[in-house]
């Protein structure tokens, strides 16, 4: 099956620096790449995506990349701010349709 | 729309005991989805169903039933709850099966005693 590493686990930086968060996948197979920022008590929520025909994605201050050739995609936030302080997911999707997470990286951002 | 709830919040169980985690979505969406978050180990899935009477089992089902007799309503089932059950659960669900956003309940935090 599908196995998903991410880094780093933690991740702490200033607020307005940027901050990056990488995935690696193992199944070829797999197409869609979504990722997921959950608060502290609620439940994940999706905040960006990009499928396997794109190489790049930008919403605002988040973008994501991916690389298929090597397997893996990251997570960029740029001019990180207090609000952006969360635990992120990455997952990805293939042929049986049911996404496999990553472990999760908690970011914090310092005032 | 109240999206994906999930009740109870909290919950203390002792070993042996059994519960049902109960989760229901007004969105109308056909997959629905249980997984259970341990610290450091990301999201695992459960079981998960395609529609209603439709359930199929996910990564780590040992120790829990599901049902789908409703598309607004995914009940996890624990029998004989044990402390390696301790986790916190959430309920997803999605309009699609594929490339396709999954809305998370607020999550329910079990501990087995």
């Known amino acids: 099956g599908e196995n998903v590493e991410q880094h780093p686990s933690t991740l702490s930086v200033q607020e307005g620096d940027s901050a990056v968060i990488k995935c690696t996948y193992s199944?070829?197979?797999?197409?869609?790449f979504p990722w997921y920022k959950q608060e502290l008590g609620k439940g994940p929520q999706l905040i960006i995506d990009i499928r396997s025909n794109v190489g790049e994605k930008k919403d605002q201050r988040i973008a994501v990349t991916l690389n298929k050739t090597a397997k893996h995609f990251s997570l960029h936030i740029t001019e990180t701010q207090p609000e952006d302080s969360a635990v992120y997911f990455c997952?990805?999707?293939?042929?049986?349709?049911?996404?496999?997470f990553g472990r999760g990286t908690s970011l914090i951002v310092h005032p | 729309n109240a999206g994906v709830t999930q009740t109870p919040k909290f919950r203390i169980l002792k070993i042996g005991q059994s519960m049902t985690l109960q989760c229901a979505q007004d969105?109308?969406?056909?997959?629905m989805y249980w997984y259970r978050q341990d610290p450091g180990m990301g999201l695992k899935l459960i079981y998960y169903s395609v529609g209603a009477g439709i359930t199929d089992k996910g990564e780590v089902p040992n120790g829990y039933n599901v049902s789908r007799s409703t598309t607004e309503d995914f009940p996890l089932r624990l029998e004989l709850a044990a402390p390696s059950q301790t986790s916190v659960y959430f309920c997803?669900?999605?309009?699609?099966?594929?490339?396709?956003?999954?809305?998370f309940g607020p999550g329910t935090r079990l501990t087995v005693l």
């Open positions: 997803a669900s999605s309009y699609l099966q594929t490339y396709n956003e999954q809305f």
């Open positions: 997952a990805a999707e293939g042929g049986s349709y049911i996404p496999t």
């Open positions: 969105m109308n969406h056909n997959y």
């Open positions: 199944d070829s197979a797999s197409n869609y």
